[in-house]
């Protein structure tokens, strides 16, 4: 067999079935080459169809493989944020009685003729604020209003008067400073740990990127199963301090709002207080 002829069987056998031009076939033939983007998307593919082997994807085994020292920023951001939320229940359900005693205590104090009638009611109020000032008031007018003794003159049984209409008024200044400290009562632990939860989770983070780095001066490999439980326990750390101190944030701005309404609420009811000690003893 002659080269011609080798060279015509040859091309017969490798050439395209396709009746097109040579230009068609041309591009045809480059159509079918693998391009780099083809090769990185079937490498991706292949990736996300096989998991990696020995991970799970749970937050809790994460949790459990993490370092001591991450297991113990953990359970300290924990332990704040169950104790702030139990003082949130604690304050809702507290301020919650104190509107409602609140409410019925002034609808009394001012339809009662007498201080005596609202004295009756005040054992079954006293989650309001407003009765201990009434009866730090009340028990200031009973000891300036005391009948005088039996041998006193008979001119000296006159109307009973107020020695001192400011004795009272320092009287229900004194409850009332008692009383706002008795609203503020736990509502600091909110504001400490939205203050300081934060930074204890950045320093779990901290550690968990230390934790990362060291794995991989050791191994000497930047693989992502070096890298990812270090970046894990980090990420971890950072959202357990975010989930401890929004809540405690908002609910101590919550409370704190609250608390300035009561005292406002005290402030004037020390004044209508006042008002009837000096039309009724003055």
Same mark, same amino acid.
């Given at each position: 067999m002659g080269l011609t002829e080798f060279y015509t069987v040859w091309y017969r056998c490798i050439r395209p079935r396709y009746p097109s031009s040579a230009h068609h076939n041309r591009t045809t033939s480059e159509g079918l080459l693998p391009t780099p983007g083809s090769l990185v998307l079937a490498?991706?593919?292949?990736?996300?169809?096989?998991?990696?082997?020995?991970?799970?994807?749970?937050?809790?085994?994460?949790?459990?493989?993490?370092s001591p020292v991450s297991q113990v920023v953990?359970? %300290?951001?924990?332990?704040?944020?169950?104790?702030?939320?139990?003082v949130v229940v604690y304050? *809702?359900? &507290?301020?919650?009685?104190?509107?409602r005693q609140t409410s019925t205590f002034l609808d009394v104090f001012r339809r009662s003729t007498k201080f005596s009638e609202v004295q009756a009611v005040c054992k079954s109020l006293e989650g309001s604020p407003l009765v201990g000032m009434f009866q730090a008031g009340y028990a200031e007018?009973?000891?300036q209003l005391r009948q005088p003794a039996a041998n006193s003159p008979p001119a000296a049984a006159a109307r009973p008067t107020l020695k001192s209409l400011t004795a009272v008024d320092r009287a229900l200044l004194r409850a009332s400073s008692v009383e706002v400290n008795k609203l503020e009562k736990r509502v600091p632990f909110l504001a400490t740990t939205a203050s300081i939860t934060p930074f204890i989770g950045?320093?779990?983070?901290?550690?968990?990127?230390?934790?990362?780095?060291?794995? %991989?001066?050791?191994?000497?490999s930047t693989d992502l199963s070096?890298?990812?439980?270090?970046? *894990?326990? &980090?990420l971890i750390a950072t959202a357990m301090g975010l989930f401890a101190a929004?809540?405690?944030?908002y609910f101590y701005n919550h409370f704190s709002t609250k608390v300035k309404i009561y005292a406002s609420e005290m402030d004037d009811f020390a004044l209508e207080f006042l008002n009837i000690a000096e039309r009724n003893f003055t």
């Open positions: 490498l991706q593919l292949e990736g996300s169809a096989v998991p990696a082997q020995g991970t799970t994807g749970s937050v809790i085994d994460l949790i459990a493989d993490a953990l359970g %300290i951001l924990l332990i704040f944020s169950v104790v702030s939320w139990a304050k *809702a359900m &507290a301020f919650r009685r104190i509107e007018l009973n000891l950045l320093f779990g983070t901290v550690w968990g990127i230390m934790v990362s780095f060291f794995n %991989i001066g050791t191994q000497g070096v890298v990812a439980p270090g970046i *894990a326990e &980090a929004i809540p405690a944030v």
